[in-house]
């Protein structure tokens, strides 16, 4: 979908230079500029499908992890072979992969040493090198066309709770990081999950009502006590919110303080439930998980 973007930029391009002066050259007739236009329109259409076909054959998309040419989307073979997705068996609260199965409910140290706010966490795939590959690009370089086959990834991955929930609650930013980066890129997997499941996207709800600092290289108190209070739900929202059972949405879990610290902030708004789903997760290999 680099193709997509590239494509979209030239009929932009096209747009803004021929327009003005169509509407320069019909203005005295009404009718003919109405009828020009329905015109224009067609060509456009026309234009932009040309395009798009011609840069299809023009410019192979490239895979993300590796830059080598690949057919589709995001990554190539190779890099998807070297994604790990997780599946069972895992923890069922922390969704934490176990390296044998200890039988149905049995859970792992982290969730009985340290219980989150959360009910369950589950994620696509844990946090590697190609799974950090796509969570960069697509959080600060504007990969905006990752977000649908990282979204299917998590829809499948939380295919058990989507199927319970009644709201998808991606983690906000603060209005003034959203503004730099122009999107939320939690939002755009939140919108991807919401057409494979049905259940809805409630953007509005829970607000990040201080910046933080960004969480990397912080210790793990460190990062409980920087997202301490960033989270609020608006008493106005509050029925979005209340009675209902709400899955929040991230593109990584590493501590686990920032999807916490939302829970709770959503707990304190009555939400019946609070689960989370993430793109991937980081998985502690050095400890043995249970
Ligand atoms: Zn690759």
């Not at 796509?134 to 600060?140: I, M």
């Not at 209340?242 to 304190?268: E, K, N, Y």
Request: charged fraction near 25%; aromatic fraction near 6%; proline fraction near 5%.
């Amino acid at each position: 979908m680099t193709r997509k973007f590239r494509s979209s930029d030239l009929s932009a391009t096209r747009r803004g230079a021929t327009l003005p002066r169509m509407d320069a050259e019909t203005s005295s007739s009404r009718s003919i500029s109405t009828h020009l236009r329905g015109a224009l329109n067609t060509c456009r259409g026309a234009w932009a499908h040309a395009a798009r076909l011609a840069l299809d054959i023009a410019l192979p998309t490239l895979c993300v992890a590796c830059r080598e040419p690949v057919a589709g989307e995001g990554v190539c073979a190779t890099c998807w072979a070297k994604l790990s997705f997780i599946a069972q068996p895992y923890c069922p609260r922390l969704g934490i992969p176990f390296v044998y199965d200890p039988g149905p409910g049995l859970l792992s140290m982290e969730a009985i040493a340290d219980p989150p706010a959360y009910a369950r966490a589950r994620a696509a795939v844990r946090y590697d090198d190609v799974a950090r590959t796509l969570v960069h690009a697509l959080k600060y370089q504007d990969r905006t066309d990752l977000a649908p086959a990282m979204g299917r990834w998590m829809a499948r991955a939380g295919r058990e709770l989507l199927g319970e929930a009644d709201a998808l609650v991606p983690v906000p930013l603060h209005w003034r990081r959203g503004w730099s980066r122009r999107y939320n890129q939690s939002g755009a997997l939140a919108r991807i999950i919401e057409r494979q499941s049905g259940v809805k996207v409630t953007t509005e709800a829970l607000r990040r009502v201080r910046p933080t600092q960004q969480q990397i290289g912080l210790s793990r108190s460190q990062r409980a006590s920087n997202v301490q209070g960033a989270f609020k739900v608006e008493a106005s929202r509050q029925s979005e919110i209340q009675g209902r059972r709400v899955i929040l949405i991230d593109d990584v879990l590493t501590s686990g303080a920032t999807v916490d610290a939302c829970a709770r902030a959503l707990l304190r708004a009555k939400a019946a439930s609070v689960d989370v789903l993430v793109f991937a997760r980081v998985v502690d290999t050095h400890k043995a998980p249970i």
